[in-house]
């Protein structure tokens, strides 16, 4: 409006209303929690409104390899960052694993602090980025998540890097005891009992809470299990530990898992027969869950 008004000087000077409107830079249009225009929100057709996200392939491209059993697929990463956090940004993941979630930071412009229980992957992931990145971009903690002093060593990392919070978090813990991560007793793998595990998976939660800003996210991804002829779903047990811990629930994302898995084979055909041998149905999909800390 103000420019409007000082270009309104003499008849000649007056443009058309339509090319006036084109010379005024429209002011971005942006949620505090992201960079997307909403003024362009047409552009953004690549990133994913829906509650069905497939994949047809594993991104193994810029830094990502399949180099560990367990990891996820860093499209994930790519839709939840540009969807919920802004360049600069500090993500924080409770199960570092082999490391996507930094990986995918770097390339996006943002920086993560990772917590990891097992040393010798710690050691393995930090090859993975130069010493500098390591200082100012990706932070590698080695601990236990769910312990009570975490808190203080995420704090330390988060004051380096010049923030009082982390702007994200992500949790991507072991689905229960389906893959055995470690022998050691602190590890989410190898907990004696399901209860046990949603009991440390809440410990989890709440530092992971703590350590967030208020009104950003956080994303769940987890698949479910079947134990002793019964359907277990961790998914729900976990999401609802995540509404103890303090977060509301955004959304339940339905993610098909045949593009990240290898290829099968003979094996396919063996638990096509277990399935009709047991009543069950072949798990096809996982789920990411988005949370938002009030
Ligand atoms: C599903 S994997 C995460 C994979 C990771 N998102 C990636 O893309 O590489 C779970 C990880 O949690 C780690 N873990 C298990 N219990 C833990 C705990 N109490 N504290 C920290 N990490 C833990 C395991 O060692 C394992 O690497």
Redesign the pocket.
Known sequence: MALRKTNLKTKTQVSTPELRVAEVPKKPLTKPYNDIDLNNWKDYSHIKTDTLWEFPNRDKSNGHSYD?H???IPQIAQQLYERFTKKGDIVL?????????GIEAVNMQRRCIG????QE?VDY?SQKFDAKTLVTDVNIIC?????SD?GYKIQDRLEVMGREKAQFL?L????DDI?K??D?K?????CATTEEFYD?FEE?ARNGYEKLEKGRFAAL?IGDKYAKGQYIPLSFGCMERMNRAGFITKAIIVKDIQGNEKAKGKQANLWRYRALYGGFYIFKHEYVMVFQKP
């Open positions: 560990y367990g990891n996820y993941d409770m199960f570092f694993g082999s490391g996507t979630s917590v990891e229980l097992k992957l992931v601990g236990d998540s769910a312990s975490i992500m991507h813990p072991p689905y893959i991560f470690s050691k602190e590890d989410l793998s190898n440390l989890v991804i």
